[in-house]
């Protein structure tokens, strides 16, 4: 199960905070999967990925209460949780890098706080994608505009290699995504 976070409607569909979102539909758009149905709150694809049965998702609860909707999804599809990859945006990386982890804390993030406290523990894979911290104003305000054309050029870059990241997961998973993935910088020419 591949779930990326992020907030419900068109108002924020291109933002910031909807990078998991983003990443997710980018995904489903390779593999010609369709987000057709909502469970437990969230839009739903089901299908094959490299001949791997996967369910992607998007909670439609509003960012800081997505673990309600990804507790639920789990329990459903008893999926084990080394199986459950959340892909969400990062602050702290810069703009447009990736990094797959296999567990850690929020950092901050509350959207991914609300699934730690919804799933009781932190031990679970992760994808943040960098948004990059603003130069100047409010971090809050920040990830809730949309990216610039420029940056949005070079997040495109970061979502391709977000798919094939969350590929190898799959494939592969957690440990050889990181070796592969983690390594890999994306130019940085767009900040702010």
């Given at each position: ?15 910031r ?13 390779v ?7 909502i469970?437990?709150?969230a ?10 049965a ?25 999926v ?24 850690g ?11 730690i406290?919804?799933l ?32 949005w050029?070079l997040m495109?870059r ?12 799959l ?22």
């Amino acid at each position: 199960m591949i779930v990326g976070l992020g907030n419900p409607g068109q108002k924020y569909a291109k933002s910031r905070h909807n990078v998991g979102f983003q990443c997710v539909d980018a995904l489903a758009a390779v593999y010609a999967l369709s987000f057709d149905k909502i469970q437990f709150k969230a839009l739903t694809a089901q299908g094959e990925i490299e001949d791997v049965a996967v369910v992607l998702a998007k909670p439609l609860t509003f960012m800081n209460l997505s673990g309600q909707s990804v507790r639920s999804l789990v329990q459903w599809y008893q999926v084990g949780l080394e199986d459950l990859l959340v892909v969400y945006d990062d602050l702290d990386l810069p703009l447009g890098h990736i990094r797959l982890r296999a567990s850690g804390g929020a950092g901050g993030h509350k959207g991914m706080l609300s699934v730690i406290q919804a799933l009781g523990t932190q031990e679970f894979p992760r994808l943040r994608v960098g948004i990059g911290r603003p130069v100047r104003g409010d971090p809050e305000m920040y990830v809730l505009r949309n990216f610039t054309r420029t940056q949005w050029t070079l997040m495109k870059r970061a979502y391709d290699e977000a798919v094939a990241a969350m590929v190898c997961f799959l494939t592969e998973g957690i440990t050889a995504a990181m070796n592969r993935f983690n390594a890999v910088v994306i130019n940085d020419q767009a900040r702010g």
